[in-house]
């Protein structure tokens, strides 16, 4: 798990592609994020990589010849990492395969494509690793006593739902659900009225681990293939109702997006960080530690949410930052997720979805989440052109962006992860 820098980390390395030597761009080469596109409706989706304002398309550049990104993602570490350098080498400034891969129209338009899910999501699992998150929720129900007293031991985890989990850019209905207001003594159906996005990444399983066989920490990451952004919409006011004594359900299952835009651990290497408990805190099970982990197990990388109303949207606005924060401060690393999710013997497998959970900073205004932006709803938030929001309204649309950057390393980015929301369905009220 140290940082394995080489020589497609140098941030002096520049491309033949114009658009990804702009300072500006999350796709400069040193990055090369993978995703799943197609030409056209009729056409097969392909395997790409994010260069500038282009994809290469990994197959017309006879780089793999296949079209499954599940297999990619199961060959391994040391396999992908050889994948990187040949990509990195053929689209650097003055390389052999230019002439070649234009001639066989290898790079498309980002703008003129059709992007999927990056891979066939398989199971997915959901954690709570900020602890900032789960102690600002904790408190609106347990003033005195935010923290459970698993928190510092377990990372805690759900298993979720991946049938709908969907793309960025996919328009989804505000759910409707079963509510209990609290002076009411029944419940009612209807639509959510405190809907809610999560501010979250998701770690995207590569190689297997046979059934019955843990992970050891030391290896851990050797089972990812990257991260990506995810935003896990929840409805507020179904959640407390449905939540106990089995977890997450309904409030939850309805809509999960995910960014086109897997940005591989090798890609994250220069931005790795060490990983630190607070004095005083119990340090981690044996099998939850190891000094490798403790030296760089966690990744400096910033998320923001925003969000564009429909009257933005009318006005020409691109929108408002709501909050930002950064992946260091999680309580738990990818690593630990892994060793602890197969400690049982648990098998992970290619394409399994692991929610990193609503990532929330120490500050209040680096929540993500309205929840804990508005204190349960209770304070509004004031938007700049005098809309104001408690929770999402039909027609908003949250965009989750995230970024990393420091001295000496170029700075690379995510893309968007965005969703609207549309009026809920009136087929329960008609009955
Ligand atoms: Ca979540």
């Not at 392909?46 to 780089?63: E, H, S, T, Y």
């Not at 050797?222 to 407390?240: K, T, V």
């Amino acid at each position: 798990m140290m940082a394995l820098l080489d020589d497609t980390h140098d941030p002096t390395l520049e491309s033949w592609i114009e658009s990804a030597n702009d300072s500006n761009t999350d796709f400069p080469i040193q990055n090369l994020p993978f995703g799943r596109f197609r030409r056209a409706a009729d056409m097969d989706w392909r395997i790409g990589v994010a260069i500038g304002d282009q994809i290469l398309d990994l197959r017309r550049a006879r780089l793999i010849s296949g079209y499954d990104m599940n297999q990619l993602m199961s060959l391994g570490r040391e396999a992908q990492r050889a994948l990187r350098l040949a990509i990195s080498q053929g689209l650097r400034r003055g390389s052999a395969q230019q002439p070649e891969w234009e001639e066989r129209e290898a790079l498309v338009a980002s703008a003129s494509v059709e992007m999927a899910l990056p891979c066939q999501i398989g199971d997915y699992t959901d954690f709570y690793t900020s602890i900032h998150h789960a102690t600002a929720v904790g408190k609106l129900f347990r003033p005195d006593n935010p923290l459970l007293p698993n928190y510092k031991w377990v990372p805690i985890g759900y298993h979720g739902r991946s049938s709908s989990i969907i793309p960025s850019g996919t328009d989804f209905r505000r759910p409707l659900g079963q509510t209990r207001a609290a002076d009411a003594t029944v419940p009612m159906v209807g639509p959510s009225r405190r809907l809610d996005y999560e501010l979250e990444l998701a770690a995207l399983v590569g190689k297997r681990n046979p059934l019955g066989e843990a992970v050891p920490i030391g290896e851990a990451e050797e089972h990812l293939f990257g991260l990506a952004l995810f935003n896990d919409w929840s409805a507020r006011d179904i959640q407390p109702w449905e939540y106990q004594p089995l977890g997450p359900f309904l409030s939850k299952n309805f809509a999960s997006t995910l960014s086109p835009w897997v940005v591989t651990l090798d890609a994250l290497a220069p931005f790795r960080v060490p990983y630190q408990r607070p004095a005083g805190d119990p340090d981690p099970l044996p099998y939850l530690d190891s000094k490798a982990n403790r030296e760089a197990g966690a990744f400096d990388i910033m998320l923001e949410v925003w969000l564009q109303t429909a009257a933005m949207r009318a006005a020409g606005s691109p929108g408002e930052r709501l909050s930002r924060c950064n992946y260091r401060d999680a309580y738990w690393t990818l690593a630990q997720l892994v060793a602890h999710h197969t400690v049982n013997g648990c098998n992970l497998q290619p394409g399994d979805l692991l929610g990193s959970g609503t990532l929330s900073g120490p500050q209040p205004d680096e929540a993500g989440s309205l929840l804990e932006l508005t204190a349960g709803g209770k304070r509004l938030i004031e938007l700049a052109n005098g809309e104001s929001r408690s929770f999402l309204e039909d027609g908003d649309k949250v965009s989750l962006r995230a970024f990393c950057e420091r001295p000496g390393a170029r700075r690379i980015g995510f893309g968007e992860c965005a969703g609207t929301v549309l009026p809920a369905s009136t087929t329960v009220e008609r009955r």
